[in-house]
C-alpha cells in the first residue's frame, strides 16, 4: 500500500468537502472541483480532514493499489488548488512572437503565415506581460493540459533557442554547423 496514500488529507479552514457515492466535491475561497475516484478506494471525511482507503484489504488488486494512491494525490491537489490556486508561466523566445488575450481566446503570432488561436478555458485566468504569459487556475489537470497546449504551438528548438518554453524549463543547447578550415 501507498505509504503517501495513508496519511489524511488535511481541511484547512474555508474549505468544505462533501463526499457523496464514488465523487469528491471540495469547495473553497478560489473555487470548486470535482473528482469521480477509481474502484476500490473509499473516502470518508473524519474531522477536518479526508481519510482514503481500500475497500477491502484481502482483495488487492494492483489497479485497486494505484487508484488509491493516485485518489489520495488528487484530492490533496484539489485541496491546494481551492485554497492557494495554482500559476504557470512560458515564455516567447524568437524575434516578433507575441502573445495577446481578447477574452477566452489567445493569439499566438510565432513566425507562422498565420496567427494561432488558443481557447482558454473557464475557471484558467490568462495575462501576457511582453513575452510572458501567466496562467492561474485552481484545478491544476486544466492548467497544465493549456500550458502543454500553448507549448505545443511551436515548442523551443535546440540550436536558436527559440519557440514557447515554460520559465522554469531550461533548453539543452546544440552547437551549429562549423565551417571549413
Not at 9 to 15: C, F, I
Not at 26 to 31: Q, R, V
Not at 93 to 103: E, I, M, P, S
Amino acid at each position: 500500500m501507498s505509504r503517501i496514500g495513508k496519511q489524511p488529507v488535511g481541511l484547512p479552514k474555508g474549505v468544505t468537502a462533501q463526499v457523496a457515492g464514488s465523487k469528491v466535491s471540495i469547495k473553497g475561497p478560489k473555487g470548486e472541483l470535482h473528482y469521480v475516484y477509481g474502484a476500490g478506494v473509499k473516502v470518508a471525511q473524519e474531522n477536518d480532514a479526508l481519510v482514503i482507503g481500500l475497500v477491502k484489504a484481502d482483495t488487492l488488486d494492483k489497479q485497486h493499489k494505484a487508484n488509491f494512491g493516485t485518489t489520495r494525490a488528487i484530492v490533496n491537489n484539489m485541496v491546494k488548488g481551492v485554497t492557494q490556486g495554482w500559476k504557470r508561466s512560458l515564455e516567447l523566445n524568437g524575434v516578433g512572437f507575441t502573445a495577446k488575450v481578447a477574452g477566452q481566446i489567445m493569439t499566438l503570432a510565432t513566425g507562422y503565415s498565420h496567427d494561432v488561436k488558443v481557447v482558454i478555458p473557464k475557471g484558467v485566468n490568462c495575462s501576457v506581460n511582453k513575452n510572458v504569459i501567466e496562467l492561474e487556475s485552481c484545478d491544476k489537470e486544466v492548467l497544465g493540459t493549456l500550458a502543454a497546449r500553448i507549448r505545443r504551438v511551436c515548442p523551443p528548438e535546440p540550436y536558436l533557442g527559440k519557440g514557447i518554453k515554460y520559465t522554469d524549463e531550461t533548453i539543452r543547447r546544440k552547437a551549429g554547423k562549423t565551417g571549413k578550415k
